[in-house]
């Protein structure tokens, strides 16, 4: 059976609104099989009331839960990776939200620490495995445990954590890089039936494809 990687990319949606959308997500189970599926949500969930993109932390926890446990997944036997939302830059991000005047944040370090925290909780309690952005992010911004948060106009401005992002939201090439190893890490450690290595190739090896009958 073929294998295809499906890129589903939701601008700007938060989890209640991708759990919505899950169904169109999957195919009918018996024409194919999900067999691998990033759940990536929280960024957007941790926008500051009264922006209308904010979603209170415990709806965000059991949208999650509902995701990693909806029908679909349950019936295609779906392996899912959880990613907990990467740290924002408040210094990179006053540009986009206006705090450098008179408007409200839109976002803070402080708060989206809360959502990578629930994703993590919602993780563990489910045994689902998990990609763990922010902390690794923060651990190559060299941030330390009870110091201000790297990102945070609490503490100073951090070029490393800079580097990662390229608006102090989205992620830059450098921000993405980690991100995929740390994600590969993960799969390899616990789907490793799943590793791109471990998987049945299309196509046989160019050495072995047959020639088209006017090449010969």
Request: charged share 20%; hydrophobic share 40%; net charge neutral.
């Given at each position: 059976?073929?294998i295809?990687?499906?890129?589903?990319?939701?601008?700007?949606?938060?989890?209640p609104?991708g759990?919505v959308?899950?169904?169109?997500?999957?195919?009918?189970?018996?024409?194919?099989k999900?067999?691998?599926?990033?759940v990536?949500?929280g960024a957007?969930?941790?926008?500051?009331?009264p922006y209308?993109?904010?979603v209170?932390?415990?709806?965000?926890?059991q949208?999650l839960r509902?995701?990693?446990?909806h029908e679909?997944?349950?019936s295609?036997?779906?392996?899912v990776?959880?990613l907990?939302?990467?740290?924002v830059?408040?210094?990179q991000?006053?540009?986009?939200d206006?705090t450098?005047?008179?408007?409200?944040?839109?976002?803070?370090?402080?708060n989206?620490?809360?959502y990578?925290?629930?994703c993590r909780?919602?993780?563990?309690s489910?045994?689902?495995p998990?990609?763990?952005?922010?902390?690794?992010?923060?651990k190559?911004?060299?941030w330390?445990?009870?110091e201000?948060?790297?990102?945070?106009?609490?503490?100073?401005p951090?070029?490393k954590l800079?580097?990662?992002?390229s608006?102090g939201?989205?992620?830059?090439?450098a921000?993405y890089?980690?991100?995929?190893?740390?994600?590969?890490?993960?799969?390899r450690?616990?789907y490793?039936?799943?590793?791109p290595?471990?998987?049945p190739?299309?196509?046989?090896p160019?050495?072995?494809?047959?020639?088209?009958?006017?090449c010969t």
């Amino acid at each position: 059976m073929p294998i295809y990687i499906l890129i589903q990319v939701t601008s700007g949606y938060s989890s209640p609104q991708g759990l919505v959308m899950l169904d169109q997500f999957f195919p009918p189970v018996e024409r194919d099989k999900v067999r691998l599926m990033t759940v990536f949500f929280g960024a957007n969930d941790a926008v500051l009331p009264p922006y209308k993109q904010h979603v209170p932390l415990q709806t965000y926890r059991q949208s999650l839960r509902d995701i990693v446990t909806h029908e679909a997944v349950r019936s295609h036997k779906t392996k899912v990776l959880l990613l907990t939302p990467p740290p924002v830059n408040e210094y990179q991000f006053e540009v986009l939200d206006g705090t450098s005047g008179p408007a409200a944040p839109m976002r803070s370090a402080e708060n989206t620490k809360l959502y990578a925290d629930a994703c993590r909780e919602v993780g563990r309690s489910l045994g689902i495995p998990l990609v763990d952005i922010w902390t690794a992010f923060m651990k190559e911004a060299g941030w330390v445990e009870g110091e201000p948060l790297a990102g945070s106009k609490k503490a100073q401005p951090n070029q490393k954590l800079a580097a990662l992002l390229s608006d102090g939201l989205h992620l830059s090439p450098a921000g993405y890089k980690i991100m995929y190893q740390k994600t590969m890490e993960v799969i390899r450690a616990k789907y490793p039936e799943e590793a791109p290595e471990n998987l049945p190739m299309l196509f046989p090896p160019w050495d072995k494809a047959p020639y088209h009958k006017t090449c010969t």
